[in-house]
C-alpha cells in the first residue's frame, strides 16, 4: 500500500527567504504526483502536477522536482512571502485511476 | 467562475440523524470524488465516480452512499450518522481521471453529536 510523507509538519520562516517542501512515498510506480495548497477553512488548490516521466514543473516561484527511483518529490519556493503561508499538501497517483493518496501536509508560516 | 460549489458549509448532527452533503461543478467535468480530511490522517476518498452514471467505492466508504444526479452534481449521503463521521468532507472533481489536476470545493465542517 503506498504511503506518502510529508516532512516536516510545520516550518516557519522569514520572508524572503528560499525554502523546500519535502514528500516521500514509498512505492515508486508512480504515475504522477500533485501538490497543493490548502488555506485555512478552504479547499485545495492544485499548484503543480509532474508526470512520471518528468522530472520538474514550474509556475512563477514555485518548482517541483521528481525522482521517482528515491521515492520523493521537493516543492521549492523562491523569495517567500507572507501571502505563501498556507499547508501544502503532496499526492500520489499510483495507476492512472481514480485514487490518489495524500500526505499529511506541511503548515508553512512565512513572517513579515 | 464557481468551480465546484458545495453546500452546507457547516451542520451539526445528532448521532442517528440522515443528511446529504451537495456538490455542484461548472466545468463540465466527468470524473467527481469525495473525500474525508480528519487530522493524522489527511485526505482520504470516501466515494468516487468516473462518469454520469457510474459510482465506485473508494478507500472509506463505510456509512455513506452517494448518487450521481447529472453531470454536474454529486450528492454524499449519511443514513445514519454516527460520532467516527465527524470530519471535514470536500467534493472534488477532475476532466476525466484523479491522475488529472484536481480540483476541490471549500468544504463541509460536520460535526456529529
Known amino acids: 500500500k503506498q504511503e506518502v510523507t510529508q516532512i516536516p509538519a510545520a516550518l516557519s520562516v522569514p520572508e524572503g527567504e528560499n525554502l523546500v517542501l519535502n514528500c516521500s512515498f514509498t512505492?515508486?510506480?508512480?504515475?504522477?504526483l500533485q501538490w497543493f495548497r490548502q488555506d485555512p477553512g478552504k479547499g485545495l488548490t492544485s499548484l503543480l502536477l509532474i508526470q512520471s516521466s518528468q522530472r520538474e514543473q514550474t509556475s512563477g516561484r514555485l518548482n517541483a522536482s521528481l525522482d521517482k527511483s528515491s521515492g520523493r518529490s521537493t516543492l521549492y519556493i523562491a523569495a517567500s512571502q507572507p501571502g505563501d503561508s498556507a499547508t501544502y499538501l503532496c499526492?500520489?497517483?499510483?495507476?492512472?485511476?481514480?485514487?490518489?493518496?495524500f500526505g499529511g501536509g506541511t503548515r508553512l508560516m512565512v513572517k513579515p | 467562475n464557481a468551480g465546484v460549489t458545495q453546500t452546507p458549509k457547516f451542520q451539526v448532527l445528532k448521532t442517528g440523524q440522515s443528511m446529504t452533503l451537495q456538490c455542484a461543478q461548472d466545468?463540465?467535468?466527468?470524473?467527481m470524488y469525495w473525500y474525508r480530511q480528519d487530522p493524522g490522517m489527511g485526505l482520504r476518498l470516501i466515494y468516487y465516480?468516473?462518469?454520469?452514471?457510474?459510482?465506485d467505492k473508494g478507500e472509506v466508504p463505510n456509512g455513506y452512499n452517494v448518487s450521481r444526479l447529472n453531470k454536474r452534481e454529486f450528492s454524499l449521503r449519511l443514513e445514519s450518522a454516527a460520532p467516527s463521521q465527524t470530519s471535514v468532507y470536500f467534493c472534488?472533481?477532475?476532466?476525466?481521471?484523479?491522475?488529472?489536476?484536481?480540483?476541490f470545493g471549500s468544504g463541509t465542517q460536520l460535526s456529529v453529536l
Open positions: 472534488a472533481s477532475s476532466l476525466d481521471r484523479a491522475y488529472e489536476k484536481l480540483f
Open positions: 466545468m463540465n467535468h466527468n470524473s
Open positions: 499526492a500520489v497517483n499510483n495507476n492512472a485511476g481514480n485514487m490518489l493518496t
Open positions: 465516480s468516473a462518469s454520469e452514471g457510474t459510482t
Open positions: 512505492d515508486s510506480a508512480i504515475y504522477n
